[in-house]
């Protein structure tokens, strides 16, 4: 049996501040899809009472990082980091 050890993923991604919003006029098809799909996954996850400081949802596809988190006013922003 071959075991792999999974690293943190927050610990690549630099912070908060590092990111930016998805734009939709220039952002490639699949960063705005898997945005969408991350928002949609953290506003399920906050109506199902999960605790909001908890939810951190990231996904790497190709030359980007995306990670979806809940803000203080309920809503979900969902950054992107260049990879």
């Known amino acids: 049996m071959i075991t792999e050890r999974i690293e943190p993923v927050l610990e690549n ?3 908060a ?3 930016r ?11 705005r899809l898997t945005a969408i ?3 949609l996954a953290v506003r399920n ?3 199902a009472h999960a605790p909001p400081e908890c939810l951190v949802i ?3 596809i190709c ?4 990670m979806a988190i809940p803000t203080a006013d309920g809503e979900v922003k969902v950054l992107v980091f260049e990879q």
Not at 21 to 31: A, G, I, N
Not at 63 to 66: A, E, I, K, N, S
């Open 21 to 31: 919003e998805v734009d939709p006029f220039t952002d490639p098809e699949v960063v």
């Open 17 to 19: 501040e590092t990111g």
């Open 63 to 66: 030359t980007h990082r995306l």
């Open 13 to 15: 991604i630099m912070t």
């Open 37 to 39: 799909n991350l928002e």
């Open 45 to 47: 996850l906050m109506t």
């Open 58 to 60: 990231t996904a790497d």
